[in-house]
């Protein structure tokens, strides 16, 4: 099913960021099906005079891309005081934490609603908008929703005459140089942010402030302690565990963790990576012998649905080296190995903790 797709803006006195973001998203073939704007009291009058007034932009540019988004008072979100009156400007470290709390709530509304996507534009507004916008990004962004800024070649980024808002026929004045609007080149910045709504209960979380929820999750990942492997070769598996939470994920296959467990061994043992396919191969078969495990003609289970060893992994252990790095890669724990050799260079010997065998 299609998700409604939702732009919210953050916007100063400079309404520009916000013709030129839905120009360039419309460019883009991601045209929004609503627009939503978080600004002052200050901010908001000074969009509605210049879009909606008697130069009537927004229709303007609606006509000349084929559009019809709506933009009105329903579309606007005003930051406000203690004593919830709008305010104009903010100016105060009171301010800012108002105006945290304000974007965390509206953001949740959208981001907690599974029948849309949004996509939050932090090109307008003062700094510090547009730092803790992303920040709370971070905090209730899913997957799907985005994060920009609206970049534009000069002079089109100057106050010119008439003011520009969007690529258009029309012809800009600055500083006794004409151009037409045409010659703008719009440049959408899509920002990668970490996504940390899943590390927490967001239910739970769901009536506390900005700074509440920052507290918690700092007390939470302080908590964490350092990250280590165990090799549990009983059960023939391997494990990310840490100090505080214990075990928190099996990461390789049966094959792989007996090569991991292998490369282990020799890393505790103070033995160098191997070089060459031959002496990585050589090594697993020794390890084999002298840990009794039999190489199986063809696979078989081994309990759990886990399989045996079988004799034509050996020829594919580079393969399979590789497919066990890529994991540990995935869990941003990367194997750094020079071309052709294989050995855990980038773990310390704490760092891996073997779990003795049944007697």
Same mark, same amino acid.
């Given at each position: 099913?299609?998700?409604? +797709?939702?732009?919210?803006?953050?916007?100063?006195?400079?309404p520009?960021?916000?013709?030129?973001?839905?120009?360039?998203? +419309?460019?883009?073939?991601? #045209?929004? $099906?609503?627009?939503?704007?978080?600004?002052? !009291?200050?901010?908001?009058?000074?969009?509605?005079?210049?879009?909606? @007034?008697?130069q009537?932009?927004?229709?303007?540019?609606?006509?000349?891309?084929?559009?019809?988004?709506?933009?009105?008072?329903?579309?606007? =979100?005003?930051?406000?005081?203690? $004593?919830? %009156?709008?305010?104009?400007?903010? #100016?105060?470290?009171?301010?800012?934490?108002?105006?945290?709390?304000?974007?965390?709530?509206?953001?949740? @509304?959208?981001? %907690?609603?599974?029948?849309c996507?949004?996509?939050? /534009?932090?090109?307008?507004?003062?700094?510090?908008?547009?730092?803790?916008? #992303?920040?709370?990004?971070? !905090?209730?962004?899913r997957?799907? $929703?985005?994060?920009? +800024?609206?970049?534009?070649?000069?002079?089109? $980024?100057?106050?010119?005459?008439?003011?520009?808002?969007?690529?258009?026929?029309?012809?800009?004045?600055?500083? @006794?140089?004409?151009?037409?609007?045409?010659?703008?080149?719009?440049?959408?910045?899509?920002?990668?942010?970490?996504?940390?709504?899943?590390?927490?209960?967001?239910?739970?979380?769901?009536?506390?402030?900005?700074?509440?929820?920052?507290?918690?999750?700092? *007390?939470?990942? =302080?908590?964490?302690?350092?990250?280590?492997?165990?090799?549990?070769?009983?059960? +023939?598996?391997?494990?990310?565990?840490?100090?505080?939470?214990?075990?928190?994920?099996?990461?390789?296959?049966?094959?792989?963790?007996h090569?991991?467990?292998?490369?282990?061994?020799?890393?505790?043992?103070?033995?160098?990576?191997?070089?060459?396919?031959?002496?990585?191969?050589?090594?697993? *078969?020794?390890?084999?012998?002298?840990?009794?495990?039999?190489?199986?003609e063809?696979?078989?289970?081994?309990?759990?649905?886990?399989? /045996?060893?079988?004799?034509?992994?050996?020829?594919?252990?580079?393969?399979?080296?590789?497919?066990?790095?890529?994991k540990?890669?995935?869990? /941003?724990?990367?194997?750094?190995?020079?071309?052709?050799?294989? @050995?855990?260079?980038?773990?310390?010997?704490?760092? !891996?903790?073997?779990? =003795?065998?049944?007697?």
């Amino acid at each position: 099913m299609r998700k409604k +797709h939702v732009l919210v803006a953050m916007v100063g006195t400079s309404p520009a960021v916000l013709t030129e973001t839905v120009y360039a998203l +419309h460019k883009r073939g991601d #045209t929004p $099906d609503e627009v939503r704007i978080v600004t002052t !009291l200050k901010g908001k009058e000074t969009l509605k005079k210049e879009l909606l @007034g008697e130069q009537k932009i927004w229709g303007k540019m609606q006509d000349d891309i084929g559009t019809k988004i709506s933009l009105g008072d329903a579309s606007f =979100e005003l930051f406000k005081d203690k $004593d919830n %009156n709008h305010i104009n400007d903010i #100016t105060s470290s009171e301010d800012n934490e108002l105006m945290a709390d304000t974007l965390l709530e509206f953001l949740r @509304g959208f981001t %907690n609603t599974s029948d849309c996507r949004i996509s939050f /534009s932090i090109a307008g507004g003062r700094k510090t908008m547009s730092a803790i916008g #992303t920040l709370i990004m971070s !905090l209730v962004g899913r997957k799907d $929703d985005q994060l920009f +800024h609206i970049l534009v070649n000069e002079p089109f $980024d100057k106050k010119m005459n008439p003011p520009f808002y969007y690529p258009s026929s029309q012809e800009h004045e600055y500083n @006794g140089i004409r151009k037409k609007g045409t010659e703008a080149k719009l440049q959408l910045a899509e920002i990668p942010y970490v996504r940390m709504r899943y590390w927490f209960d967001e239910k739970k979380a769901m009536d506390l402030s900005y700074n509440a929820l920052v507290s918690k999750l700092n *007390e939470d990942t =302080e908590s964490y302690g350092e990250r280590k492997v165990q090799i549990d070769p009983p059960n +023939h598996q391997v494990y990310i565990v840490n100090e505080t939470l214990g075990r928190q994920k099996e990461i390789f296959n049966y094959v792989e963790a007996h090569l991991f467990w292998m490369l282990a061994e020799r890393k505790k043992g103070g033995e160098p990576a191997l070089e060459g396919e031959n002496a990585l191969r050589n090594s697993f *078969e020794n390890f084999l012998k002298r840990h009794r495990i039999e190489l199986e003609e063809k696979k078989s289970l081994q309990g759990k649905g886990r399989y /045996s060893i079988r004799k034509s992994d050996l020829e594919n252990l580079v393969r399979i080296f590789s497919s066990m790095s890529k994991k540990l890669e995935d869990i /941003s724990w990367p194997i750094k190995n020079e071309k052709g050799k294989y @050995g855990l260079e980038n773990f310390s010997k704490d760092q !891996l903790i073997i779990l =003795e065998m049944k007697k």
